[in-house]
Nanobody
Framework: QVQLVESGGGLVQAGGSLRLSCAAS????????MAWFRQAPGKEREIVAA????????YYPNSVKGRFTISRDNAKNTLYLQMNSLEPEDTAVFFC???????????????????WGQGTQVTVSS
């Protein structure tokens, strides 16, 4: 059974940092594009970071660019999201996502990804 399990969320003050982890099991994702999304109450799920299967290319929307960093450790089959300078507007449930197959690029569309974690809550207080 393939699983993605996020961890590392919590409550942090504005300006603080958190590091999210997404541990994969059941198969390897070393050749798969992966991403982090978030969803705030009443809002649609939106991408916050995407990573090329090789790890050599990343995507960030303007809202998090310069503050968030996506990375992966293939030996641990784990995806990370380092979040710095957090703002109250970052409060959301954060999800990791993976494509089931090799692909030459990545997408900012949630429907494009095949596997999802259950999410981890990030709350940033002002």
């Amino acid at each position: 059974q393939v699983q993605l399990v996020e961890s590392g969320g919590g409550l942090v003050q504005a300006g603080g940092s958190l590091r999210l982890s997404c541990a994969a099991s059941g198969r390897t994702f070393s050749n798969s594009p992966m991403a982090w999304f978030r969803q705030a109450p009443g809002k649609e799920r939106e991408i916050v970071a995407a990573l090329h299967w090789s790890g050599g290319s990343t995507y960030y929307p303007n809202s998090v660019k310069g503050r968030f960093t996506i990375s992966r450790d293939n030996a641990k089959n784990t995806l990370y999201l380092q979040m710095n300078s957090l703002e109250p507007e970052d409060t959301a449930v954060f999800f990791c996502a993976a494509k089931s197959t090799w692909f030459s690029s990545y997408s900012d569309n949630a429907r494009w990804y095949d596997y999802w974690g259950q999410g981890t809550q990030v709350t940033v207080s002002s």
